[in-house]
T-cell receptor, first 114, second 112 residues
């Protein structure tokens, strides 16, 4: 089944403890992105990647890191999480090659930083 | 900053009625897409309209795009209780095919 898989689905952590949220897609998509969703603000793009080893900042990159060593994986790293990073996070992938393609989303990771 | 902004923020209708929501954006776009989200779950793609298209249909969905006004509308006809969800517009920039920007969403409640 074609899908984007995020892990974990739920995570509670403490301020300053490094964490990684994994994202994997099995559709051979070139483009992958991370978003955070907060009430009243919709989804805001954190980082995106248009190919292996190519990443770019989205609208809210501060406090986050990403890497794209393989086409299928795009982990989101919080080196020193803070309470304002408590949010619902989504990973998405698109085929690339054309702008007129839909994005496929993972089921989300609900992160709480205390 | 948000590219797309939806209006209204919330909409409550009865089954069988039509639901209309609007989206405005700020910059040049490749296309505009509408997504649906059921209560905290992942987003599901509904429909894509290219910048050179003015109207598009898919089942009970009708989307319009007015690039001169930088606005789009999504119409759901003959709504059902199962249409209860949040609806988001997303624009893809002409600068980068990887850069999506979403609006804050319209929360639609359809009561039986």
């Amino acid at each position: 089944e074609a899908q984007v898989t995020q892990n974990p689905r739920y995570l509670i952590t403490v301020t300053g403890k490094k964490l990684t949220v994994t994202c994997s897609q099995n559709m051979n998509h070139e483009y992958m992105s991370w978003y955070r969703q907060d009430p009243g603000l919709g989804l805001r793009q954190i980082y995106y990647s248009m190919n292996v080893e190519v990443t770019d900042k989205g609208d809210v990159p501060e406090g986050y890191k990403v890497s794209r060593k393989e086409k299928r994986n795009f982990p989101l790293i919080l080196e020193s999480p803070s309470p304002n990073q408590t949010s619902l996070y989504f990973c998405a992938s698109t085929p690339g090659g054309s702008p007129n393609t839909e994005a496929f989303f993972g089921q989300g990771t609900r992160l709480t930083v205390v | 900053s948000q590219q797309g902004e939806e209006d209204p923020q919330a909409l409550s209708i009865q089954e069988g009625e039509n639901a209309t929501m609007n989206c405005s954006y700020k910059t040049s776009i490749n296309n505009l897409q509408w997504y649906r989200q059921n209560s905290g779950r992942g987003l599901v793609h509904l429909i894509l309209i290219r910048s050179n298209e003015r109207e598009k249909h898919s089942g009970r969905l009708r989307v319009t795009l007015d690039t001169s006004k930088k606005s789009s509308s999504l119409l759901i006809t003959a709504s059902r209780a199962a249409d209860t969800a949040s609806y988001f517009c997303a624009t893809l920039s002409t600068d980068s095919w990887g850069k999506f920007q979403f609006g804050a969403g319209t929360q639609v409640v359809v009561t039986p």
